[in-house]
């Protein structure tokens, strides 16, 4: 099943923008060179190893572009990927296949190295029961087909914006004269506006996490930046009351060490801002 941001309607969206972004009033370079009518065949070449992501969507491209175009499927999403692989083959009017190419590999190339990362991180926390999640470091507008990437790839969401769940960092809470004045603000906020959000805190100490239990009304508690010891004491302090989520400078090294704390989720930036796209192309034969 699908999580609620991938809509029909947002896919399309999505598709419809950046094909305005890379066509505009049109391919002059393929309407110019190729022949009107004349019809080819393309497939889509692996060049790494990895993770595939973006196939589903690949298609939906196609269909945008030029509803003649017929694609084969190969291979599908979460699939592992060797270089030499032919992930599908696309046939109808040439011109339609050369629009296209640039958006479907933007697209699986990005989504394909998140998915790849994000499988692999996530192997090496798979002997405990913490699960690697996601964050809004994001490219913008480009969100959703990263978060989907993570999903694939064997990872959890996180919220996707600001508006589908309430997180009170550290400058949330400075700002708003402490964690209990956070807390109490924004539940009566919530329920004078009649929103039904989780609400996720974050701590910074030993201190914070016990100000969090003695209030309550929360959902998450996060664990920023603490080393080991602490963090394995305010998992115990919490005693699976809440969900717990480690942040704040964490690394493919530190990660099992982290997720061997006793938390139930690890959050990591770096599944979407910090990863090389697989290599992946589109070639006529």
Not at 26 to 46: E, H, M, N, Q
Not at 152 to 177: E, W
Request: include cysteine; glycine fraction near 8%.
């Amino acid at each position: 099943m699908k999580p609620a941001y991938l809509t029909p309607e947002s896919l399309q969206k999505f598709i419809q923008s950046a094909l305005l972004e890379d066509i505009g009033p049109g391919d002059y370079s393929s309407l110019a060179s190729i022949p009107a009518g004349k019809t080819g065949k393309a497939k889509l070449l692996i060049k790494d190893d990895g993770i595939l992501a973006g196939v589903e969507l690949a298609g939906e491209i196609f269909k945008a572009v030029d509803p003649r175009l017929e694609v084969e499927f190969f291979k599908k999403d979460g699939d592992q990927v060797n270089a030499g692989d032919i992930g599908l083959t696309v046939f109808g009017p040439s011109a339609s296949i050369l629009s296209a190419e640039r958006l479907v590999l933007n697209c699986m190339q990005r989504m394909s190295a998140i998915a790849t990362k994000t499988n692999w991180l996530s192997q090496l926390i798979s002997h405990t029961k913490a699960k690697l999640m996601d964050t809004r470091k994001t490219t913008p507008n480009f969100r959703l087909m990263e978060k989907w990437a993570v999903l694939i790839g064997g990872g959890v969401n996180h919220r996707f914006a600001l508006y589908d769940m309430v997180m009170l960092k550290d400058n949330h809470v400075d700002f708003a004269g402490g964690i209990r004045a956070a807390i109490e603000r924004t539940k009566n906020y919530l329920q004078e506006n009649n929103l039904n959000l989780k609400i996720e805190i974050e701590t910074r100490n030993l201190d914070e996490v016990r100000q969090v239990l003695e209030v309550g009304g929360i959902d998450y508690i996060m664990l920023d930046n603490m080393d080991y010891a602490t963090m394995r004491e305010a998992v115990s302090m919490i005693d699976g009351k809440y969900s717990t989520e480690a942040s704040g400078g964490i690394t493919e090294e530190t990660l099992a060490a982290v997720a061997e704390c006793g938390v139930d989720y690890i959050s990591m930036g770096a599944l979407t801002h910090s990863v090389s796209s697989l290599d992946i192309s589109l070639k006529a034969f």
